[in-house]
């Protein structure tokens, strides 16, 4: 049985990929926002004398940049690569015109003096 079958075609046809600038910049912005909710988490804390608090605003930042960064959003997809079309089946090549490897008991050693 494939699970497959159970899947709406309306999941099915949400994007799943995101480009190579995309993940960049999906990166930066997920270190820039769990930086600036450290800092502030840290302040606040700080101030309450919480370690607590700023545990708390952390946690809403990783969240925050989870939603921000995980999805491939369309803004993650804008410069997506072109793909090589696929070879046919004929254009590849056989197994008999591969080169076969020679034995190394064959090959003689040379000795360098």
């Known amino acids: 049985m494939n699970i497959e079958a159970f ?3 309306s999941i099915k046809r949400l994007p799943t ?9 999906a990166e930066k912005t997920f270190q820039i926002i769990i930086l600036l909710f450290g800092i502030v988490g840290f302040v606040w804390g700080y101030i309450c004398q919480q370690f607590s608090q700023t545990m ?4 809403a930042g ?4 989870c939603l921000l960064t995980l999805p491939p ?11 090589q ?18 034995p190394s008991g064959s090959q003689k050693s040379k000795k360098k003096k």
Do not use: C, N
């Not at 959003?73 to 793909?83: A, D, T």
């Open 17 to 25: 990929h995101m480009d190579f600038e995309g993940q960049k910049k």
């Open 85 to 102: 079309k696929a070879r046919a089946v004929s254009d590849v090549d056989t197994p008999s015109t591969t080169p076969t490897p020679t």
């Open 73 to 83: 959003w369309s803004m993650y997809r804008k410069k997506s690569l072109p793909w």
């Open 56 to 59: 708390y605003i952390l946690l």
């Open 7 to 9: 899947i709406p075609e």
């Open 62 to 65: 990783f969240f925050v940049s």
